[in-house]
């Protein structure tokens, strides 16, 4: 699990953080897509962008209602028989 710190009051669509995976394939097979698999509240209030791993910010974020959020991360290429990795980062408003 991965710690992260988001600040309340910040402009929407900012990237707050990036994560990353690698595969060592060749070409298509080697592009990652990502996927958030969290509840309906971090889905509502973050997205990740499907081909650069940014995590941005969907709608205001108020820690007096949710003051953490947790987000599965999802990694998958794009092989006919793709492998996919799960990352769950833990992100606390304030």
């Known amino acids: 699990m991965s710690?992260?710190?988001?600040y309340f009051g910040v402009n929407l669509d900012l990237s707050l953080l990036q994560v990353q995976a690698t595969d060592?394939?060749?070409?298509?097979?080697?592009?990652?897509?990502?996927?958030l698999a969290g509840?309906?509240?971090?889905?509502e209030q973050l997205l990740v962008r499907s081909?650069?791993?940014d995590i941005c910010i969907r709608s205001p974020?108020?820690?007096?209602?949710?003051?953490y959020l947790e987000l599965?991360?999802?990694a998958?290429?794009?092989g006919?028989?793709?492998?996919?990795?799960?990352?769950?980062?833990?992100?606390h408003i304030s």
């Open 3 to 6: 710690n992260s710190l988001f």
């Open 24 to 35: 060592p394939d060749c070409g298509v097979n080697a592009m990652v897509n990502y996927t």
């Open 39 to 43: 509840s309906r509240v971090e889905n």
């Open 51 to 53: 081909d650069t791993g």
């Open 61 to 67: 974020l108020d820690r007096e209602t949710v003051p």
């Open 72 to 74: 599965p991360v999802i």
């Open 76 to 78: 998958t290429d794009r």
């Open 80 to 91: 006919l028989c793709y492998f996919l990795s799960r990352i769950r980062l833990l992100s």
